[in-house]
């Protein structure tokens, strides 16, 4: 299994971006996609979590209403889209499968290999 994250960048506060994630190597139509984010010397955190096959979404208090995560199942993908991005939002960023949603980086079994985020004030 493959997770090949891309689209980070350095962007200015106020600004948008969209992340992207193409998964290969599997069935992913019982499984739960989700970011999360981490910086240096901090805990991976959970971002946004999307259900395969009935596209429901999660979302961490601190990216509601700016960040939406998305799926093309074609495309075997998944999309965060960043809106409104802060300077707090500078982390890497990372894919990652599991067959259940859960906040817990552990539940999950398969990760990308991250994308770098810089917001600038």
């Known amino acids: 299994v493959q997770l090949q994250a891309s689209g980070g960048g350095l962007v200015q506060a106020g600004g948008s971006l969209r992340l992207s994630c193409v998964a290969s190597g599997r069935d992913f139509s019982t499984s739960v996609m989700a970011w999360f984010r981490q910086v240096p010397g901090k805990e991976r955190e959970h971002v946004a979590g999307?259900?395969?096959?009935?596209?429901?979404?999660y979302y961490a208090n601190s990216v509601k209403d700016r960040f939406t995560i998305s799926r093309d199942v074609a495309k075997n993908s998944v999309y965060l889209q960043a809106n409104n991005v802060r300077p707090e939002d500078t982390a890497v960023y990372y894919c990652?499968?599991?067959?259940?949603?859960?906040?817990?980086?552990?539940?999950?079994?398969?990760w990308g290999q991250g994308t770098q985020v810089t917001v600038s004030s």
């Open positions: 999307i259900t395969w096959s009935t596209n429901i979404t």
């Open positions: 990652a499968a599991g067959s259940r949603y859960s906040e817990n980086r552990r539940t999950y079994d398969y």
